[in-house]
């Protein structure tokens, strides 16, 4: 079954350091990824989309075939980043989003 | 800008009752969805509507159904509520022309059983 698996719930970092939420998928086919977040008492928005391979607030994820991946990565942490980070997938030809369990991104002062 | 509106932020309902959480969309988007929203679960979709009077089960419809009469309107019906239903459920809608199309969520309805 179609799986999208975030292992860890909790990532806490210091303002400054690097940053990477992990995202792993299980998939035959094709995939559509996504990085979607919510501040607090914000409602859940999409950040970024492999398709696009953008940059959004400087977070960056590459869609990895072979290890079945896409981390979100960021190179100097933000108190601003903390939130909520969900990873989700859809497949061929479907309207449906397959969500990870998310990870709460804490950056400390 | 998509704007998705629930109806109610907050609802406190009694167990046996039926409950209806509405959610209107305005950026004429094909697709609308119910999801909802548990610690340690992630987002786990309920029902989802690609046109109007047109619905498909998601991975946990057991207990709820929906209602989609108008394009821009979609409605999450509990036929009978059980305390185990007490959950934030999030509306969602996308544009039904491509499967990577993102989608854009409410704000929430966070529903308690009693």
């Known amino acids: 079954a179609q799986r999208v698996t975030q292992p860890e719930k909790l990532l806490s970092v210091f303002k400054g350091a690097p940053v990477e939420l992990k995202c792993n998928y299980s998939?035959?086919?094709?995939?559509?990824l996504f990085w979607y977040v919510q501040y607090s008492r914000q409602r859940l928005q999409l950040l970024l989309r492999?398709?696009s391979r953008e940059s959004i607030k400087g977070f960056t994820a590459d869609l990895n075939k072979g290890e079945t991946s896409f981390h979100l990565k960021k190179p100097f942490a933000q108190e601003e980043d903390s939130a909520m980070y969900y990873c989700?997938?859809?497949?061929?030809?479907?309207?449906?989003?397959?969500f990870g369990s998310g990870t709460r991104l804490l950056v400390r002062p | 800008d998509v704007k998705v509106t629930q109806s109610s932020r907050y609802l406190v309902k009694r167990t046996g009752e039926k409950v209806f959480l509405e959610c209107v969309q305005d950026?004429?988007?094909?697709?609308m969805f119910w999801y909802r929203q548990d610690p340690g679960l992630g987002l786990r979709l309920i029902y989802f509507?690609?046109?109007?009077?047109?619905?498909e089960k998601g991975d946990i419809p057991e207990g709820y159904s929906v209602s989609r009469e108008k394009k821009e309107r979609f409605s999450l019906i509990l036929e009978s509520a059980s305390t185990n239903q007490t959950s934030m459920y999030l509306c969602?809608?996308?544009?039904?022309?491509?499967?990577?199309?993102?989608?854009?969520f409410g704000d929430g309805t966070r529903l308690s059983i009693l």
């Open positions: 492999h398709i």
């Open positions: 969602a809608s996308s544009l039904g022309l491509l499967s990577n199309q993102p989608q854009h």
């Open positions: 989700a997938l859809t497949m061929d030809s479907s309207y449906k989003l397959i």
């Open positions: 998939y035959s086919g094709s995939p559509e």
């Open positions: 509507s690609y046109d109007v009077k047109m619905k």
């Open positions: 950026m004429d988007h094909e697709n």
